[in-house]
């Protein structure tokens, strides 16, 4: 691979190597020091590059560990002790990674916290930050300068004892004998997922559970290889893009190019051109980052080369095979090969990784029927006479040491093709939610196992995922994903991928009344009112249901901190009055 280098401030950037130049392990360290001690021998690292593609910062491991030593002595001296929880501003930058692995030093807990997004504003921002800081009982809380107006109000909500910005902690002196490193014993990191901004919880991951995950899935589910080198946009405050793009490849020696998740946004097609320029290997991306990158690349793709990108896994949303098609079929001039699709099933709660389908085959597709499905919860196959087919992708099988089983209402396990409550076990899982007993024990199951939260179904040992079960919608009798209802409804011109939320309510007289938040660029009354019509016939052609269309402005449906949509969230503001709607139109 021929190395890219730009000019800087401070001198010419040069791209870690591929090749370590050092013995390569594929995890099986006790600690995360102790995979970065043995990383910082080679001369991979992480890069970070800048809105247009640049190269802004370079981050060897051998420096990641010297800085990361130096700054644990700087927490020392800022008042933290062993064993106090720091929130660190997740920002794609070296100052997060070098704080992160500065705790770990330290013997801290470090807490990631995600960025500000458009949706929701300042208000809905800060008093999710300010939760979090509360839920974890934080000692302090680090970002860049440049976000401390809306931090120090979230700081002073939580009554925070300690803000600082890097520069801020960079001045302040070194206190010797800071280095106590996190043991095998103890915990690594708590993960704050992208859920209630009332009520946080914070994943609590211990160092058995992150480095028995992260060997499994660079021996097990990516059978990784010394020439692999990553490439990710996912959100590091998000457990796909820390534990899959930071933390993974760090116990594996692999170098990481960067590029922030609002810069992909912009640019979805920089992220193609970067992998064809760095010899990329491996990277994820939830499906509607696949079915953006095919948007935007039209006839262009010819001028890449994207021949070594041998895992391109899909996580974090519901796999959509039309979508990867669109993909492979657009990106084929650039050599891409659909074989290196690469479905994975996993959530914070368990690390990360839980299941991965096979290596370098075609991705497993099973058709069913989908009437039959909501009916009598069996994933029973389509043939010629199913009115309303549904194909879902294979998950592929749990990792190795772990267990997964599919359960009914009951509890009761399930044979293969009956979809029901998935249910995990292993030494991936979660020590439990911080300081949150009550939420832990919700969600455990007789025999050790956790309750995902998810539905699915197993076939041949692998697993299919059928959706949220807090997602359902019960319709008359019958279980209804909304996803369902959202794919057929983005299929209205001029609809987009995202547009829609599907959900349930209940009426006055106790029944459930399917509603559909449609996202309108229309100004037009008459063409709305036509817009609610055509989606209230692509509900009914889908599922068979009568559903209550309404249309909101753009950018109106919240999302997760990952860029799904937050289902959930949009329901609720619905339900309170706090969605806004566009004013009925009137039929024509």
Known sequence: MSERSTSTDEGILHHTPTDSGHERRMGGFATLVEGLEHAARGATGLNFHAARGQLAAVLPYATLREQAIITAGRLRAAGLRRGHRVAILAETAPEFVITFFACQYAGMLPCPVSLPVQIGGHESYVHKVAGMLRAAKAHALLASESYMDKLREAAARAELPLLLSHTELAALPELADAVRPLTAMDPAYIQYSSGST???????????????????????????????????????????????????????????????????????????????????????????????????????????????????????????????????????????????????????????????????????????????????????????????????????????????????????????????????????????????????????????????????????????????????????????????????????????SGDAAAFGVETENGTEEVVVLVQCRLRDARQQDELRRAVARAVHAAVGVECRVELVPPRSLPQTSSGKLARARARQMYVDGEMPLLAQALSA
Not at 215 to 223: E, H, K, S, V, W
Not at 272 to 287: N, Q, V, W, Y
Not at 382 to 402: W, Y
């Open 198 to 496: 009332a009520a946080p919880k914070g994943i609590l991951i211990s160092q058995r559970a992150i480095t028995t995950n992260t060997t499994a899935m660079l021996r097990d589910g990516l059978r990784a290889r010394a020439d692999d080198r990553a490439f990710s946009w996912l959100p590091l405050y998000h457990d796909m893009g820390l534990v899959g793009f930071l933390l993974a490849p760090m116990m594996g020696q692999a170098s990481v190019d960067y590029l922030a998740t609002p810069d992909f946004v912009k640019r979805p097609t920089l992220w193609l051109s970067l992998m064809s320029a760095l010899g990329s290997t491996i990277s994820f991306s939830p499906t509607f980052g696949y079915a953006l990158a095919a948007k935007r690349i039209r006839d262009k793709a010819a001028e890449l080369d994207l021949s070594r990108w041998r895992v391109a896994g899909i996580g974090g949303d519901m796999v959509r095979p039309e979508i990867l098609q669109q993909f492979a079929e657009a990106l084929a001039p650039a050599g891409f090969d659909a074989r290196a699709f690469l479905p994975g099933y996993g959530m914070a709660e368990m690390s990360l990784a839980i299941s991965f389908a096979a290596l370098d085959a075609p991705m497993k597709l099973d058709t069913i029927d989908r009437d039959l499905a909501h009916q009598k919860q069996v994933a029973q196959p389509a043939n010629e006479q199913t009115r309303r087919p549904r194909t879902f992708v294979s998950c592929g099988r749990v990792l190795p040491g772990h267990a997964l089983k599919v359960v009914d209402a009951e509890g009761k396990e399930l044979p293969e093709r009956g979809i029901g409550r998935i249910l995990v076990m292993g030494p991936s899982m979660m020590t439990g939610y911080f300081d949150n007993p009550d939420a832990t024990r919700a969600v455990m199951r007789e025999g050790g196992f956790l309750d995902t939260g998810d539905v699915g179904y197993l076939l041949d040992g692998e697993i299919y995922i059928t959706g949220r079960a807090k997602d359902m919608i019960l319709y008359h009798g019958r279980n209804i994903w909304p996803q369902d209802i959202e794919w057929a409804v983005e299929q209205v011109e001029p609809l987009r």
